[in-house]
C-alpha cells in the first residue's frame, strides 16, 4: 500500500531552467511533509519542509507547494543547477506519528 | 557535531547467514529509524526507536530485528537471509521524533551471494 507516490522515476532538465518534482499521496491524515535529496553513495539530506496548515514554503531556490484538496505536492528548483543532480524523495507524516513514509524517488538530472 | 555513524559500509554475507548492523546517532537525539532502499521502492520503513523501546514497526517478516541501547545507539540484525535482503540499510536519527525530519547515515550496502 503506497501512500506516498513519485510518479515520475526520472526528469531531465535545461540548466538555468526550472525542474518540478511532483508527489502524490492518499493518506489525509498525514500532517507533514519533506523533501530529500539523496546522492549516490551517501544518506538522503533534508531539503525542505511544509505543513498541512501551509499551502506554500520557500527556502532560497526551493520551493514547495502543498495542494490538499488535490493530495499532492510538488518541489520547484529555480534555476536548476548541474549540482542539483540526484535522487529526490518525498515523505509524509503524521503529528503524531513517529515515522516518515517516503515515496519511491525522482532521479533528476541538470544538463549544462 | 559528528553525524549519524553507520558501520560497516559494505557487507557482503551468503545465504543463510544472519548479519547485524550499527547506528551511532547524533548526539543528544533519542529516535532512531531504520530503512530499507531498493532499487524502484523508494525508502521502506523498518522499525524506530526511542529510548531504547521500539514504538513503530514496518511490515517486514520477523528475521528483522533491532535494538536501541542506553546511549541511544542502535543496531538491527537480519536472520536467515535471503538474496532478496540485499540493499542500502539507511540509519537515521531525530530529537525527539521523525515527524520534522531526520539526520541520514551514509547506511551499510548489503549483498547477500
Known amino acids: 500500500d503506497q501512500q506516498v507516490k513519485q510518479n515520475s522515476p526520472s526528469l531531465s532538465v535545461q540548466e538555468g531552467r526550472i525542474s518540478i518534482l511532483n508527489c502524490d499521496y492518499t493518506?489525509?491524515?498525514?500532517?507533514?511533509f519533506l523533501w530529500y535529496k539523496k546522492y549516490p553513495a551517501e544518506g538522503p539530506t533534508f531539503l525542505i519542509s511544509?505543513?498541512?496548515?501551509?499551502d506554500k514554503n520557500e527556502d532560497g531556490r526551493f520551493t514547495v507547494f502543498l495542494n490538499k484538496s488535490a493530495k499532492h505536492l510538488s518541489l520547484h528548483i529555480v534555476p536548476s543547477q548541474p549540482g542539483d543532480s540526484a535522487v529526490y524523495f518525498c515523505?509524509?507524516?503524521?503529528?503524531?506519528?513517529?515515522?516518515?513514509?517516503f515515496g519511491a524517488g525522482t532521479i533528476l538530472r541538470v544538463k549544462s | 557535531k559528528a553525524g549519524v555513524t553507520q558501520t560497516p559500509r559494505y557487507l557482503i554475507k551468503t545465504r543463510g547467514q544472519q548479519v547485524t548492523l550499527s547506528c551511532s546517532p547524533i548526539s543528544g537525539h533519542r529516535s532512531v529509524s531504520w530503512y530499507q532502499q531498493t532499487p524502484g521502492q523508494g525508502l521502506q520503513f523498518l522499525f524506530e526507536y526511542f529510548s531504547e523501546t521500539q514504538r513503530n514497526k514496518g511490515n517486514f517478516p520477523g528475521r528483522f530485528s533491532g535494538r536501541q541501547f542506553s546511549n541511544s545507539r542502535s543496531e538491527m540484525n537480519v536472520s536467515t537471509l535471503e538474496l532478496g535482503d540485499s540493499a542500502l540499510y539507511l540509519c537515521a536519527s531525530s530529537l525527539f521524533t521523525p515527524v520534522y525530519g531526520y539526520t541520514f547515515g551514509s547506511g551499510t550496502r548489503l549483498t547477500v551471494v
Open positions: 511544509i505543513s498541512s496548515i501551509k
Open positions: 515523505a509524509a507524516a503524521m503529528e503524531y506519528g513517529n515515522k516518515l513514509v
Open positions: 493518506n489525509s491524515m498525514f500532517d507533514y
